[in-house]
């Protein structure tokens, strides 16, 4: 009997587990989707119909894209992308710097929130072992939670990325449909949240994996590459 009632209990936390996260992927789905609808239309009203209004609708993707960058979910790329389409070369700098900017913002956002919020939104999700590595780091000083989230971690795979922690986020910021675990805003917000990233290596990293896509805009704008990459 209390061998049926486990299973049925393990069972019922594993279905609202699952409905808990396809609302979650659901979210993520329909900010994704409305992002692109976003710069689609945004893009049919620019050009060809009305030039004329290049500057201010410039000027409010800009903005835009700047909120939904710093924000954990919501869809960036696709503004940034149609932004990239239309600017300049000097409007390309620029939401080079916007893209760290938000970056460097949403992580020092994330310094003054504290870990016992990602343990309750990682418990509503179900997801109890990372809840109990997080609640262990939540209950140190910040400058020993790297050292507690090594011995926390019981695979060799899992202690390489947090040795290279800076890679992983350059890696998890250029990684295609990375909204789906927060978007560039999340993960600059984790980061901060955790207290094992210092801010000038992050701000380093940021730099170094935001350049690339900005820097073969910016080349085939001045025609030294033949073809597109937006």
Not at 50 to 69: G, Q, T
Not at 122 to 151: P, Q, W, Y
Not at 175 to 184: E, F, Q, R, T
Request: charged share 15%.
């Amino acid at each position: 009997m209390n061998h049926q009632r486990l299973a049925n209990s393990t069972a019922h936390s594993a279905g609202k587990m699952a409905l808990k996260l396809l609302l979650l992927v659901s979210v993520v789905t329909a900010l994704n989707f409305a992002g692109q609808w976003l710069a689609d239309y945004l893009n049919f009203q620019v050009w060809p119909h009305n030039p004329e209004y290049m500057d201010r609708i410039v000027l409010v993707l800009m903005i835009v894209f700047f909120i939904f960058m710093t924000l954990p979910f919501f869809p960036a790329i696709e503004i940034g992308l149609l932004l990239l389409a239309l600017v300049s070369v000097k409007g390309v700098i620029v939401i080079y710097c916007l893209t760290i900017l938000a970056l460097s913002l949403a992580f020092e956002v994330g310094r003054y929130i504290p870990l016992n919020a990602l343990v309750r939104l990682l418990n509503f999700f179900h997801l109890t072992k990372a809840s109990r590595i997080i609640a262990g780091m939540a209950e140190v000083e910040r400058r020993d939670r790297l050292d507690t989230l090594r011995e926390a971690l019981g695979s060799d795979k899992s202690r390489f990325w947090v040795n290279h922690r800076y890679l992983l986020v350059a890696v998890l910021l250029n990684m295609p449909g990375n909204s789906v675990i927060g978007g560039g805003g999340g993960i600059a917000l984790l980061c901060g949240m955790s207290g094992i990233h210092s801010y000038g290596r992050f701000l380093l990293t940021t730099m170094l994996a935001a350049l690339p896509i900005p820097a073969l805009v910016i080349a085939q704008k001045l025609m030294l590459v033949p073809f597109q990459f937006y």
